[in-house]
């Protein structure tokens, strides 16, 4: 039995000549050459006037960010306290309140610039009193008023100097009942 070997050789198909073209497809291609040249020179100029716009707008957008910046301070919504609710009232699953409490301390721990007011002295004193004592611990009094424990511990150590009115009275409501055990 004998083996041809086969050619490494690709063929490749060359395009075949139709001829030669007549003069009316010459004219149309010349006419439709100009059409499309006047089509590209008029989409140019859109794209030109369309650039120009664009310049005049990122101009005033800038303008109105410097505005923004000097004149209007950034504003987060007021937190407002959740009303408290017993276990004897209402059966919540783990996770529900878990998710809750989460939410409440990043609301809690959020800045607030509008109604703030100077933290008193005697509360930061008064924390570190009931610390010291071992009434009760930074991480207690933060789930109670609702805070961080890191928040209540800033505010003992006096880092934070102005807190939200409600903070603040929820934090003295809960410093006042450890007070008076």
Do not use: F, W
């Amino acid at each position: 039995m004998v083996i041809k070997p086969v050619s490494k050789k690709t063929t490749t198909n060359k395009p075949v000549s139709k001829g030669t073209r007549s003069g009316t497809h010459n004219l149309k291609d010349a006419s439709s050459d100009v059409n499309l040249q006047q089509i590209i020179d008029v989409q140019a100029k859109q794209i030109q006037d369309m650039e120009k716009m664009i310049q005049s707008l990122d101009a005033e957008v800038k303008e109105i960010k410097k505005l923004v910046k000097s004149n209007v301070k950034t504003m987060s919504a007021p937190v407002k306290p959740k009303p408290k609710v017993h276990a004897k009232d209402t059966v919540k699953t783990i996770g529900s309140t878990a998710k809750g409490k989460i939410s409440d301390v990043k609301a809690a721990s959020k800045p607030v610039i509008e109604g703030l007011v100077e933290i008193p002295q005697e509360i930061s004193d008064r924390i570190n009193a009931l610390t010291a004592k071992k009434v009760v611990t930074q991480t207690q009094l933060g789930k109670e008023a609702d805070l961080t424990q890191k928040k209540i511990h800033e505010i003992a150590s006096r880092k934070v100097k102005d807190l939200h009115q409600d903070v603040i009275n929820r934090l003295i409501t809960v410093i006042k009942k450890y007070e008076a055990r």
